[in-house]
């Protein structure tokens, strides 16, 4: 078993490596099957994924957690996989036969796409992460899946060559996952021998594994729902101009979320003690320091977002530009409820809150994708997410504003939309600047990050440690 600390360098290696290769695949993606190509992928994935949700239920939290508590015991331990996996095949082999019912009947479109696609309802029902995760042998699983995708990225380039090849990529994607799953089957007869299972050993897992089921069903509603509605109402060409959009902003993004994955143990464990006064002063550092962050990201791609779409993706997603630049406007929205949530509610067990606020934001979701898709399409699928990720910030924030300085927080905030909106100012009229498209961006960014640098230099210096970092420096010369 592995340390926490060296999970913990795996994952941060793995999610570097999940952001630089849409970056290298996408543009050449983008040109080689168009925006109708990357469109009908993503809309009929977007479907599929609910047949994967359903397949797994809430099994990536609740088997990890149950395989952690009989990890100890081999008998135990055993019997846990089997039964919670035997729920898993039964729901796998039923949503199997509910999507080819539904590809069938409805789909005839996109028939060969969507059945392409099954493969990845099989990959949801052999995958097994969630055991090796609750054996914390996190390095079998980000071995693989790194070759994967290193696997994917070369596999597109040797076989993708036109429009009519997006069969290719489908297959290619749904493909490797389903074999990266199979490969991880290998690993399994060194942890668990078979165990015969009765039914009553499997339902007893069913009811659990729905409570968790909730939270990501509700979240998909807002995350992907919008998808199948602007593929539905739309176009599958918008949806593709949606789908880069979103990459794009979804980047800066990881790097927030990172740092609620790294504060919540720590949280967990000051709560736990009791320790209240700590975890808050921890809370509204981490509000300051993500607001910092997620304000000049948010203008910094509003300022580049127009001019960087079709130097990126090509010409023909002009139009991608527009949505980055709405798109991301959610980053501070965000950010700010990721460290409600990671920092506070799931450390105190508010799960009901969180709960009510991804419900909240599905509901303003679908309501604003029903009125502004037919009228704007794309445009439209950007106006509700924005509404959808400012309500989760919004209700969260005002259901523990009892316990925490929310208007505290808000107020520390205010200096970084200024200096952000300044930077603005500064980097966009290169936009209106007739020069070549790379030189423009590195302008930008290089621009951006030294104005804004400097406007925050006080606060940036106050949270490097100046002094440890010299004496580290020293100390390596005098040891050399």
């Not at 999940?18 to 992928?41: D, E, F, N, W």
């Not at 037919?374 to 924005?386: D, N, Q, R, V």
């Amino acid at each position: 078993m592995a340390s926490p600390k060296k999970n913990f360098v795996y994952n941060i290696i793995y999610q570097i490596l999940v952001m630089i290769i849409p970056l290298v695949t996408a543009p050449y993606l983008s040109r080689v099957v168009g925006k109708a190509g990357v469109g009908i992928y993503s809309y009929t994935y977007s479907i599929v994924y609910y047949f994967m949700l359903l397949t797994l239920l809430g099994v990536n939290n609740y088997g990890n957690r149950s395989i952690a508590k009989a990890r100890e015991e081999k008998g135990k331990l055993s019997k846990t996989f089997w039964s919670i996996y035997f729920l898993q095949l039964i729901m796998g082999t039923l949503m199997i036969i509910m999507y080819l019912g539904y590809v069938f009947i409805f789909d005839n479109q996109y028939r060969t796409i969507a059945l392409i696609q099954t493969l990845f309802i099989v990959s949801s029902m052999l995958d097994i992460n969630w055991f090796f995760f609750g054996m914390e042998e996190f390095k079998k699983t980000i071995t693989r899946n790194t070759f994967v995708k290193i696997g994917n990225a070369l596999l597109i380039f040797l076989l993708v060559k036109n429009r009519n090849d997006i069969w290719k990529y489908t297959l290619i994607m749904s493909g490797m996952t389903c074999l990266s799953q199979i490969i991880l089957w290998g690993f399994l007869k060194k942890y668990v021998k078979f165990e015969k299972i009765g039914l009553h050993d499997i339902k007893k897992h069913l009811k659990p594994n729905l409570v968790l089921f909730i939270p990501v069903i509700a979240v998909s509603l807002y995350k992907i729902m919008d998808k199948i509605m602007l593929g539905a109402m739309s176009s599958v060409s918008e949806v593709g101009l949606y789908e880069n959009a979103e990459k794009i902003v979804s980047m800066p993004s990881t790097f927030i979320a990172a740092l609620g994955t790294v504060m919540l143990p720590r949280m967990a464990n000051l709560t736990a003690k009791g320790d209240n006064k700590k975890a808050e002063e921890y809370i509204s550092k981490s509000e300051k320091f993500v607001m910092f962050m997620s304000l000049a990201m948010c203008c910094g791609l509003i300022g580049i977002g127009y001019k960087f779409a079709p130097f990126f993706f090509g010409k023909e997603f002009q139009k991608t530009g527009i949505l980055i630049m709405l798109l991301s406007t959610t980053l501070p929205f965000l950010s700010f409820a990721n460290v409600l949530r990671t920092q506070y509610l799931i450390p105190k067990e508010e799960d009901k809150i969180y709960i009510k606020s991804v419900f909240l934001a599905a509901v303003v979701n679908l309501i604003m994708n029903f009125i502004f898709i037919p009228l704007y399409g794309s445009i439209g699928a950007c106006f509700g997410t924005i509404a959808a990720e400012f309500s989760v910030m919004f209700y969260q924030s005002w259901a523990v504003r009892k316990e925490l300085p929310i208007k505290e927080y808000i107020a520390n905030s205010v200096p970084f939309l200024i200096k952000s909106i300044i930077m603005l100012i500064v980097i966009y009229p290169f936009n209106y600047i007739e020069m070549n498209s790379l030189v423009r961006l590195i302008i930008q960014v290089g621009l951006g990050c030294i104005v804004y640098g400097l406007l925050n230099i006080k606060y940036i210096l106050s949270i490097v440690d100046i002094k440890k970092i010299i004496n580290k420096v020293f100390k390596k010369k005098s040891i050399s």
